[in-house]
C-alpha cells in the first residue's frame, strides 16, 4: 500500500470556501426543497428518522467511538461493517474523519484546532473546515492503526460509493419521494446533526470538568446525536466507549454497544473509572466559578485570550509544583527541569 506523505501533495493553504467543491453539498440541502413537491407520505418519514437513526449510530459508534476512540474491540468484520453504515451518513471517508477527530483532541481550542468556534467563529466550525481545501486529504500518520488495513483504504478513497448506492436503491425501492425523504432531508439532518458537536457543543451546555478546551455537556444535543452531547466528559475522558457516566445522561450509542456487547459481537467497553467521573467533586468554588463561564466564540480575540491565559497558569502552577518538589530531592536525584517546557 502505498501512503503518500502529506508533502508529496500539499494541500491547498486556504481556508476559504470553495464554492465549486461544495456544489454537491449545497445541492443536497436543495434537494430537500423537493419535499413540497412529493408531499409527506409515512413511509417516506419513516425511512427518513430510519436511516438518520441507523446513520448516526454509524457516525458515533463507529467513526467516532471505534475509529477515532478505539473504545472497545471488535473482529474485522463488524470493523468494515462499522466504517460502511459509517460511510453511508456522507461525511467523507472513515480515516479521513478518525484522523481529523484525533487531531481535534490533541489541539482542542487552540489555534491549531481545525474547527473550533473559539478560534474560527460558529460557521468555520460547523461547516466551514469541511467547504474549504485545506482539510481534505486523510492525515494518514494519524491513523496508522486503522491504515493498515486494506479495505478500510479502499472504503476511504470511495467513500462516496455507499452513499450513492444508497440513493439508488431509495430510489427504486420508494421512487422519488423516498430519494427526497429518505436521503436528502435525513442526509442534511443527519449532517447538521453531527456538526453541532463540533460547534454548538462547545458553545451551549454545562461544563461539569476541567478541560482544556470549551467543551459542553448538553442534553438536547445528546438526544440529537445518540449520545454525543455528553462532550465535556468526552473531551475529559475521551477513550471511553459511553459518554453519558450518569444513569440520567442518556447515550443510545453506549446501549446499543452494551447489547451488542452481550452476544460478543463487540467486547472490551472501555469506561471511566470512578476517579475519573467524581473528579469534579473535588474542585475548588473557584475551578466551578471558572467553569460556570459562557463561551465567548464572537470575537474570538477575547476567549482565546482567556484559554491562553488558563493553560499559562496550569503550566505554572506545574512548574511551581515542580520546583517546590526539587528543594525536598537528594541531591544526587535528576533534576525535574529537563521535564519543564520553557
Ligand atoms: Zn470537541
Ligand atoms: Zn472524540
Redesign the pocket.
Same mark, same amino acid.
Given at each position: 500500500m502505498q501512503t503518500p506523505s502529506p508533502a508529496a501533495a500539499p494541500p491547498a493553504d486556504n481556508e476559504r470556501l470553495n464554492w465549486f467543491s461544495s456544489i454537491p453539498f449545497f445541492g443536497v440541502h436543495l434537494m430537500c426543497l423537493f419535499v413540497f413537491v412529493v408531499g409527506a407520505k409515512p413511509v417516506d418519514l419513516a425511512v427518513c428518522v430510519g436511516l438518520y437513526i441507523v446513520r448516526m449510530w454509524g457516525i458515533t459508534a463507529g467513526y %467516532?467511538r471505534y475509529f477515532? %476512540?478505539r473504545a472497545f474491540k471488535t473482529g474485522r468484520v463488524f470493523q468494515f461493517l462499522l466504517a460502511l453504515v459509517g460511510s453511508t451518513s456522507t461525511q467523507k471517508g472513515v480515516l479521513w474523519w478518525a484522523a481529523n %477527530?484525533r487531531h481535534h483532541?490533541r489541539y482542542s481550542d487552540q489555534e491549531e484546532d481545525i474547527h473550533s468556534p473559539v478560534q474560527k467563529g460558529f460557521w468555520f466550525s460547523h461547516v466551514g473546515w469541511i467547504l474549504c481545501d485545506k482539510y481534505g486529504q486523510t492525515r494518514l500518520d494519524a491513523i496508522k492503526d486503522f491504515a493498515r488495513f486494506p479495505e478500510l483504504v479502499w472504503l476511504n478513497r470511495f467513500h462516496l460509493v455507499p452513499p450513492v448506492l444508497l440513493a439508488v436503491a431509495l430510489y427504486f425501492i420508494g421512487g422519488f419521494s423516498m430519494l427526497v425523504w429518505g436521503f436528502f432531508v435525513s442526509t442534511t439532518l443527519l449532517w447538521h446533526g453531527t456538526f453541532t458537536i463540533n460547534s454548538l457543543s462547545h458553545i451551549f451546555g454545562k461544563r461539569r470538568y476541567k478541560t482544556t478546551d470549551t467543551s459542553r455537556n448538553n442534553w438536547l444535543l445528546a438526544l440529537v446525536t445518540l449520545g454525543e452531547g455528553w462532550h465535556n466528559n %468526552?473531551h475529559y475522558h475521551?477513550n471511553t466507549a459511553n459518554q453519558g457516566w450518569f444513569w440520567w445522561e442518556v447515550d443510545l450509542s453506549y446501549y446499543s454497544l452494551k447489547v451488542l456487547s452481550w452476544f460478543k459481537v463487540v467486547e472490551g467497553l472501555r469506561l471511566p473509572s470512578d476517579a475519573v467521573k467524581y473528579a469534579h467533586l473535588k474542585y475548588s468554588a473557584e475551578d466551578r466559578a471558572t467553569l460556570a463561564r459562557p463561551t465567548r466564540f464572537f470575537g474570538a480575540g477575547g476567549a482565546r485570550a482567556q484559554l491562553v491565559a488558563a493553560r499559562a497558569a496550569a503550566e505554572d502552577k506545574v512548574r511551581g509544583a515542580l520546583a517546590a518538589a526539587a528543594e525536598h530531592l537528594p541531591s544526587s536525584a535528576p533534576t525535574p527541569q529537563p521535564l519543564l517546557k520553557q
Amino acid at each position: 500500500m502505498q501512503t503518500p506523505s502529506p508533502a508529496a501533495a500539499p494541500p491547498a493553504d486556504n481556508e476559504r470556501l470553495n464554492w465549486f467543491s461544495s456544489i454537491p453539498f449545497f445541492g443536497v440541502h436543495l434537494m430537500c426543497l423537493f419535499v413540497f413537491v412529493v408531499g409527506a407520505k409515512p413511509v417516506d418519514l419513516a425511512v427518513c428518522v430510519g436511516l438518520y437513526i441507523v446513520r448516526m449510530w454509524g457516525i458515533t459508534a463507529g467513526y %467516532h467511538r471505534y475509529f477515532s %476512540h478505539r473504545a472497545f474491540k471488535t473482529g474485522r468484520v463488524f470493523q468494515f461493517l462499522l466504517a460502511l453504515v459509517g460511510s453511508t451518513s456522507t461525511q467523507k471517508g472513515v480515516l479521513w474523519w478518525a484522523a481529523n %477527530h484525533r487531531h481535534h483532541h490533541r489541539y482542542s481550542d487552540q489555534e491549531e484546532d481545525i474547527h473550533s468556534p473559539v478560534q474560527k467563529g460558529f460557521w468555520f466550525s460547523h461547516v466551514g473546515w469541511i467547504l474549504c481545501d485545506k482539510y481534505g486529504q486523510t492525515r494518514l500518520d494519524a491513523i496508522k492503526d486503522f491504515a493498515r488495513f486494506p479495505e478500510l483504504v479502499w472504503l476511504n478513497r470511495f467513500h462516496l460509493v455507499p452513499p450513492v448506492l444508497l440513493a439508488v436503491a431509495l430510489y427504486f425501492i420508494g421512487g422519488f419521494s423516498m430519494l427526497v425523504w429518505g436521503f436528502f432531508v435525513s442526509t442534511t439532518l443527519l449532517w447538521h446533526g453531527t456538526f453541532t458537536i463540533n460547534s454548538l457543543s462547545h458553545i451551549f451546555g454545562k461544563r461539569r470538568y476541567k478541560t482544556t478546551d470549551t467543551s459542553r455537556n448538553n442534553w438536547l444535543l445528546a438526544l440529537v446525536t445518540l449520545g454525543e452531547g455528553w462532550h465535556n466528559n %468526552h473531551h475529559y475522558h475521551q477513550n471511553t466507549a459511553n459518554q453519558g457516566w450518569f444513569w440520567w445522561e442518556v447515550d443510545l450509542s453506549y446501549y446499543s454497544l452494551k447489547v451488542l456487547s452481550w452476544f460478543k459481537v463487540v467486547e472490551g467497553l472501555r469506561l471511566p473509572s470512578d476517579a475519573v467521573k467524581y473528579a469534579h467533586l473535588k474542585y475548588s468554588a473557584e475551578d466551578r466559578a471558572t467553569l460556570a463561564r459562557p463561551t465567548r466564540f464572537f470575537g474570538a480575540g477575547g476567549a482565546r485570550a482567556q484559554l491562553v491565559a488558563a493553560r499559562a497558569a496550569a503550566e505554572d502552577k506545574v512548574r511551581g509544583a515542580l520546583a517546590a518538589a526539587a528543594e525536598h530531592l537528594p541531591s544526587s536525584a535528576p533534576t525535574p527541569q529537563p521535564l519543564l517546557k520553557q
